[in-house]
């Protein structure tokens, strides 16, 4: 009885909804695009409602929509210039972006990149995604315009001081990026030893078929982490 009772006033319940709370369902269900018109007239009756324009900042970045996602992300982070994850966000848009454009764009907009994610890095020292994201940048910018191991296995040993399995995984990024194969197996392997996730299997997996060329070590790898 009670369930024929749910099933009758379920579509009352749906109707009863806010929009904001109709978007946030379907957002969690990963249904963005349906989220998107109900956090959009939310926001036109609640225009400062910081949640609803984080959930239409993430739907952009979702749809690779890089400029609404760096427009709504720049209007929190000036909210709320101590909320470490709205530079974090922001510089992420950014550096989406950066690599949508032409090269020459792109090197306008470094400097933003660096200042967004560094900012992060400052106001939050637990922040592991925003120090993955210097490692990576710091590695993968030429020398050039900024580019610098030290400043990425700066960063990588602040993971390690946060995370082992992610300070471990962020050196061996680093080594596997200058074929520094042989140091890029001891800091996976050890990452997998205390991780033993999916995430630790694929990196040291990847590093044993395709870098080291070794499909013993790939397939024994792969048949331990099945069993």
């Known amino acids: 009885m009670k369930s024929f009772l749910f099933l009758l006033f379920f579509p009352l319940l749906l109707w009863s909804q806010s929009d904001f709370e109709k978007g946030e369902s379907l957002f969690r269900q990963k249904k963005y695009a349906s989220a998107q018109p109900f956090f959009q007239n939310h926001l036109k009756q609640n225009p400062a409602d910081f949640k609803t ?17 760096i427009s709504y992300y720049k209007k ?3 909210q709320f210039p ?31 990149i660096k200042e967004a994610f560094e ?19 710091y590695i993968e910018l030429p020398g050039i315009v900024g ?3 030290t400043k990425a ?21 680093i080594d596997v ?5 042989a140091k890029a197996e001891i800091h996976l392997k050890k990452a997998h030893e205390i991780g033993h996730s999916k995430t630790t299997f694929e990196k040291l997996y990847d590093l044993y078929l ?13 048949t331990d982490f099945n069993t």
Not at 153 to 173: H, P
């Open 153 to 173: 296995q700066k960063y990588a040993e602040e993971l390690m001081q946060l995370s082992k399995v992610d300070g471990y995984l962020a050196k061996g990024y």
């Open 147 to 149: 580019g610098s191991e």
């Open 82 to 112: 101590k909320t470490a994850n709205y530079h974090y966000k922001f510089g992420g848009a950014l550096g989406m972006k950066a690599k949508s454009v032409s090269k020459f764009k792109a090197l306008g907009m470094i400097g933003d």
């Open 177 to 181: 990026y200058f074929k520094r194969y």
């Open 210 to 222: 395709n870098k080291l060329k070794n499909t013993e070590k790939a397939q024994k790898l792969k």
């Open 119 to 137: 900012t992060a890095a400052h106001l939050d020292k637990k922040h592991i995604d925003t120090r993955w994201a210097l490692v990576m940048l």
């Open 53 to 69: 324009i984080e959930y239409l900042g993430d739907i952009a970045g979702h749809q690779k929509q890089w400029d609404e996602a």
């Open 76 to 78: 929190l982070k000036q």
